[in-house]
């Protein structure tokens, strides 16, 4: 299994920005695939997460309201609509993929992409 990350971008204060994972490789029965962020001397924390056959979402409460993610079943890639962006948020965003288990959890996810970098200017 392999995650393709993109849609890196530095964007101000208060501006949007869309990130997409291309799931690759043996995606079969994968359950979940989810957004998990790292910033700078932080630990990595949950973002969002989506469940791959019925859609349903779960997000830090941080996120909620202003992250949307969702999936294409059909282009195998996962999004992250982000707005209304905030210095904070600055952090390197990475996808995830698991078969089983605790969304929120990024132990609980074998597959990883590569970061993204998302930098929010004030």
């Known amino acids: 299994v392999q995650l393709q990350a993109s849609g890196a971008g530095l964007v101000q204060a208060g501006g949007s920005l869309i990130l997409s994972c291309a799931l690759s490789g043996r995606t079969s029965s994968m359950y979940v695939m989810g957004w998990f962020r790292q910033a700078p001397g932080k630990e990595r924390e949950f973002v969002a997460a989506i469940i791959w056959s019925s859609g349903g979402t779960y997000y830090a409460n941080s996120m909620k309201g202003r992250f949307t993610i969702s999936r294409d079943t059909v282009k195998n890639t996962v999004y992250l609509q982000m707005n209304s962006l905030k210095p904070d948020d600055t952090a390197v965003y990475y996808c995830?993929?698991?078969?089983?288990?605790?969304?929120?959890?990024?132990?609980?996810?074998?597959?990883w992409g590569q970061g993204t970098q998302v930098t929010v200017s004030s």
């Open positions: 995830a993929a698991s078969r089983q288990g605790n969304v929120r959890y990024s132990g609980n996810y074998p597959y």
